[in-house]
C-alpha cells in the first residue's frame, strides 16, 4: 500500500490550501488515517486525524479552528482542508494510515501508523 499526498504549496500568510491523500495498490482494512509534519530542525508532530467508519475527528491544539480532515470512508482518501494559514505552519506535511491491526489505535502518535505517504512541501510566506 502507498499513500500519495498532494496539493502542498507556497502561499501567503492568511492564505489557504488543501491537501489530499489517497492510497494507491490493494484495498487494505484501516482504523483512520491522518496528517503529521515536520518543520526545518524540529520533530515530527501530529496535526490532525479521522476515523473511517465514524468520522471522528482529531487536532492539534495549534490547528484547531483553522484546519478541517473529512473522509471518503469507503475508499480510505482524506483531505485536509487549512486556512488562515500561518507562517508557522510551514514544513513538509505527511499523510498516513494504519493497518486495521490494532484495536482503537492512537490516531494522534505517529507509532500507530502503518503506511506513509512521500510528503508535501507546504510554505507559508509573511
Known amino acids: 500500500v502507498q499513500l500519495q499526498a498532494s496539493g502542498g504549496g507556497l502561499v501567503q500568510a492568511g492564505g489557504s490550501l488543501r491537501l489530499s491523500c489517497a492510497p494507491s495498490?490493494?484495498?487494505?482494512?484501516?482504523?483512520?488515517g491522518g496528517w503529521f509534519r515536520q518543520a526545518p530542525g524540529k520533530e515530527r508532530e501530529f496535526v490532525a486525524a479521522?476515523?473511517?467508519?465514524?468520522?471522528?475527528?482529531y487536532y492539534a491544539d495549534s490547528v484547531k479552528g483553522r484546519f478541517t480532515i473529512s473522509r471518503d470512508g469507503a475508499k480510505n482518501t482524506n483531505c485536509l482542508q487549512m486556512n488562515s494559514l500561518k507562517p508557522e505552519d510551514t514544513a513538509v506535511y505527511y499523510c498516513?494510515?494504519?493497518?486495521?491491526?490494532?484495536?482503537?489505535?492512537?490516531?494522534?502518535?505517529?507509532?500507530?501508523?502503518?503506511?506513509w505517504g512521500q510528503g508535501t512541501l507546504v510554505t507559508v510566506s509573511s
Open positions: 495498490g490493494r484495498a487494505f482494512r484501516s482504523y483512520g
Open positions: 498516513a494510515a494504519d493497518d486495521g491491526s490494532r484495536i482503537r489505535p492512537t490516531l494522534t502518535t505517529a507509532r500507530s501508523y502503518d503506511y
Open positions: 479521522v476515523t473511517w467508519r465514524a468520522g471522528t475527528t
